[in-house]
């Protein structure tokens, strides 16, 4: 399938090439049964650097930053994340610098995310993990005049309204139940912003004893105007906690590769379809149940494995 220039609003001439007519719908034959009918959205499929969600969550963020004639596009995140990486390509090919304060002293090698981050054209600053906690201070004490910040993750209600354009994708009105992965909840917030009243939006926290997430998403769209279904946050499936991966999460993984073709990450997407399988024999769905769930991209967690752990 032929790849589409996406294009920012500030600028007619965006380069970059976001694969949304690659977004499908594919059916989940090892989470389906004869009560419940289990689908998913391939998000991943977009591109694969600024993969899935990340490139929603970002959209609107960079054309502030365009609009507004930003000259250094700044933000958080980790050795492996996601995030970082996408908007330091994304950064590059919108014609803006980046810089990213990554939690860490920075006293080892660089990761591969990073390495890919730099090499886009990313600048790097390594806060201790104690300072980063801080991102306020982060920002006082480094900020200059015309840097545009962008908070980790994509959170915050720009970020949320680019996630709200995931639904609108393909025709998903017939669900009845839409199902993603938590880390910040801004993703969540955006589908609960598109979904149809009747849709119940359920998220699997992907941190340990995250109860305050449900307050966090609330946050967000206390901000929009838009609030249209309800909402759950499910916990006890972080498997150890955030990034945590255990034999058992990386065979599930390995099976689900064998069975679906469709790759995962131990971060965020494992994590959900396993949780998805365990809700599915608790009978935890009425029969006639129709679940979309949401890849949502971004396989950086599995770059700190060692080779051949996963098949893909």
Known sequence: MRATKLKLSAVPKEQ????????????????????????????????????????????????EALTTNANKLASFGGAYSNHIVALALAGKEA??????FIRGDGDTALSPTLKEAVSYGMELQFVNRTDYRDKQQI???Y????????????????????????LNIQDTSNYTH????????????????SANPSQEIIGISVLKNHFSI????????????????DFQCLHGYDWGGYAKHPPELLSFMQQFWLAEKIPT????????????????????????????????GGLQGNRSLPPHILPF
């Open 139 to 141: 920002q006082d004490t």
């Open 214 to 229: 449900t307050k966090e998403i609330e946050q967000i769209i206390m901000l929009s105007p838009k609030k249209n279904s």
């Open 16 to 63: 970059m090439l976001i694969n949304i007519q690659n977004i499908h719908i594919q059916s989940v034959k090892t989470l389906s049964n004869q009560d419940v009918h289990t689908d998913i959205l391939r998000l991943d499929l977009i591109h694969p650097v600024i993969s899935g969600n990340k490139w929603f969550k970002l959209k609107y963020y960079l054309d």
């Open 143 to 166: 900020h200059q005049s015309g840097w545009y910040w962008i908070p980790e993750g994509g959170y915050g209600l720009l970020g949320a309204k680019g996630a709200a354009d995931i």
């Open 265 to 296: 990450d131990f971060v965020y997407t494992a994590k959900m379809l396993y949780a998805v399988h365990d809700l599915i024999q608790k009978e935890f769905f009425t029969s006639g149940s129709r679940l979309l769930l949401i890849h949502s």
């Open 95 to 100: 014609g803006i610098p980046t810089i990213g």
């Open 178 to 193: 839409i199902i993603c992965a938590v880390g910040t909840g801004t993703m969540m917030a955006g589908l609960r912003m």
